[in-house]
């Protein structure tokens, strides 16, 4: 894995701008003894092992380096257990993110609605496809390939699966894995054939969609 420290506090910092300033910790990235680094705002988190060297055990806000005091949530018990995904698709990063990048195209269009498209995958239409509709236009991406099938109806905030997508592209990465554990369920992103680096993002619920 090529990502430096650097890079992961860089891609870090999107997320803790935006956390609430009601949770002040969660406006840092923690580092953890093992040499881990995580960062979340409840939505959306990022875990990166054996990446840090020093200053362990603290929260360090990730653009000026300055310690935030406070206790960072237990965030392990977050990820699900190795094996128990229902699905598994993989996509080539140079395919998907121009791809994600013109669905968020299509959000753009209609600015009064949260931005989410929906990832799709049925017994007869096995091909995973991503979708975005709104009441001024809709689009489709068929993309990727996968290794352990299940039937999907996922529906996820647009700009954060491009900017998990984003972080391993900095990484070096060219290819990634979605991990999907059900429609309600958080999901993961990893690398092909190693977890050093893991994404974990929470689906936006919809009615109508079933559990």
Do not use: W
């Not at 990727?144 to 996922?154: C, D, M, Q, R």
């Not at 647009?158 to 999901?187: C, E, H, M």
């Amino acid at each position: 894995m090529g990502l430096s420290y650097v890079t992961f506090m860089k891609h870090a910092e999107k997320i803790t701008k935006k956390t609430s300033s009601g949770r002040s910790v969660l406006k840092g990235v923690y580092h953890s003894e093992d040499g881990s680094l995580v960062v979340t705002d409840s939505h959306r988190l990022y875990l990166a092992k054996n990446i840090s060297r020093g200053v362990e055990g603290t929260v360090l806000d990730p653009k000026t380096g300055v310690v935030i005091e406070g206790k960072y949530p237990d965030v392990r018990r977050l990820f699900p257990d190795e094996g128990t995904e229902s699905a598994r698709i993989s996509f080539d990063i140079d395919i998907l993110l121009p791809g994600l990048l013109a669905l968020l195209k299509c959000n753009q269009v209609n600015k009064k609605e949260r931005s989410f498209i929906t990832l799709t995958a049925s017994s007869d239409k096995e091909t995973p496809e991503f979708s975005c509709t709104n009441k001024f236009v809709e689009a489709k991406v068929t993309v990727g390939a996968f290794n352990k099938y299940s039937a999907i109806s996922l529906s996820v905030d647009t700009q954060y699966l491009i900017d998990a997508v984003n972080l391993f592209k900095a990484s070096q990465i060219t290819a990634v894995v979605l991990n999907y554990y059900g429609n309600i369920r958080p999901f993961t992103i990893t690398a092909e054939n190693n977890s050093d680096l893991i994404a974990l993002i929470m689906p936006i619920r919809r009615d109508g969609v079933p559990e």
